[in-house]
C-alpha cells in the first residue's frame, strides 16, 4: 500500500488539485441551480472565457501584475455576464427547465465560437507567475508550486463559500428566497435582484476558475465542454445546491480523472461516469443534495 501510494504520489496530488479547480467551478453551478433554479450551460464557455483573458494578459510573460489584472478582469466579466443571463432567463423562470438550458447552451456555442474566431484553433499555453512556474519537493517528489497553490486557493475558498452560505445573513437571504419567495418579497426584497446576485456570483466563479485553471490546461476549443461535463458530474454527486457536496465531489471527480488516467487509462471515462451512476443508483440526490428541490 505504501508503495503504491508512493508511486502515485504526482497523479494523487494532481487529483487534488484539479479537485480544488473543479469546486471553484461546480460551487457557483450547483448554487444557482439548486437555490436559485437556473441551468446555466454556459458555465463552461464562462470558464474558457477566463482562461483566454489569462492568455491575452499573460502570454508576453507570466507577471504576478498580470495575473492579477486577469483575475480582476476575468470577475467583472463574469459578474456582467451573470446579470445578462438573469435578465435572459426571467422570461423563462415559469417555463420547463429544458427551455432554460437550450437558451444558456445556444449561449455558450455562440460564446465559443467567438472565441474561436477570437484567438484561432490552436492550443495556447498560459505559464504560471513568478514564484510558483518551478517545481518543489514534496514528500520526496518535485511537484509544480502552482498546482500546490492552487490546492490551497481551494481550501480556502470552500471555507468562505461555506460559512458566507450557511453562516450569514447573506446565505439566510438566498436560502429564504429559495424556500419562501412570497414571504421575502413581503419583506420588500425583490427576489429578482437576489436572483441577480446569486448568477452573477456564480457566473464570476466560473471565468475566475478559468484564470486559475489556465497554467494547468491551457485554453483552447473544446475546453469548455470537457470542464462542463466534470462539472455537472461534480454537481450531481455532491447534490444541487451543497457547498459541501460541491467540494467532497469535487475532490472525488479529481481523484477519479488523475488516478484513473494514470492507472487505468483506457477504461478513464467508464470510470469517472461508473462513479456517477452508482451515486444515482444509491443515493438519487448526490451525496448532500436537499430532499426537496428549489422549484419543486
Known amino acids: 500500500m505504501i508503495e503504491w501510494f508512493d508511486s502515485n504520489l504526482v497523479s494523487i496530488l494532481n487529483g487534488f488539485a484539479i479537485g480544488s479547480l473543479l469546486f471553484i467551478l461546480a460551487v457557483g453551478l450547483s448554487i444557482v441551480f439548486g ?86 484553433n490552436d492550443a495556447l499555453s498560459v505559464g504560471a507567475p513568478p514564484g510558483l512556474a518551478e517545481s518543489v519537493s514534496f ?18 475558498l470552500a471555507v468562505v463559500v461555506y460559512v458566507v452560505v450557511e453562516r450569514t445573513s447573506v446565505g ?3 436560502r429564504a428566497s429559495v424556500a419562501d419567495r412570497e414571504m421575502v418579497s413581503a419583506m420588500g426584497i425583490d427576489n429578482r435582484k437576489v436572483k441577480v446576485a446569486v448568477l452573477g456570483i456564480g457566473s464570476m466563479l466560473a471565468t475566475v ?53 494514470a492507472v487505468l487509462p483506457d477504461v478513464a471515462s467508464f470510470i469517472l461516469f461508473g462513479t456517477l451512476a452508482l451515486v444515482l443508483v444509491l443515493r438519487p440526490r448526490g451525496l448532500f443534495g436537499p430532499r426537496k428541490l428549489a422549484g419543486t
Open 35 to 120: 437555490m436559485m433554479d437556473v441551468l446555466n450551460l454556459a458555465h463552461g464557455a464562462l470558464f474558457l472565457v477566463g482562461a483566454y483573458l489569462a492568455w491575452s494578459l499573460l502570454s508576453d510573460g507570466a507577471t504576478w501584475g498580470g495575473f492579477l489584472a486577469a483575475l480582476g478582469i476575468a470577475a467583472l466579466v463574469g459578474l456582467l455576464a451573470g446579470g445578462v443571463l438573469s435578465v435572459m432567463t426571467e422570461p423563462l423562470a415559469r417555463r420547463p427547465i429544458l427551455d432554460q438550458a437550450l437558451l444558456t447552451l445556444g449561449v455558450s456555442l455562440v460564446v465559443a465560437e467567438v472565441l474561436s474566431i477570437v484567438y484561432g
Open 139 to 156: 514528500l520526496g517528489r518535485s511537484y509544480p508550486a502552482y498546482r500546490l497553490a492552487l490546492i490551497g486557493v481551494g481550501l480556502v
Open 172 to 174: 439566510a437571504l438566498v
Open 209 to 261: 476558475a478559468g484564470v486559475l485553471g489556465a497554467p494547468v490546461y491551457g485554453a483552447r476549443p473544446g475546453l469548455d465542454d470537457t470542464i462542463l461535463i466534470l462539472a455537472l458530474v461534480v454537481v450531481v454527486i455532491g447534490g444541487l445546491g451543497s457547498v459541501k457536496g460541491a467540494f467532497i465531489g469535487a475532490l472525488v471527480i479529481g481523484q477519479v480523472e488523475s488516478l484513473g488516467r
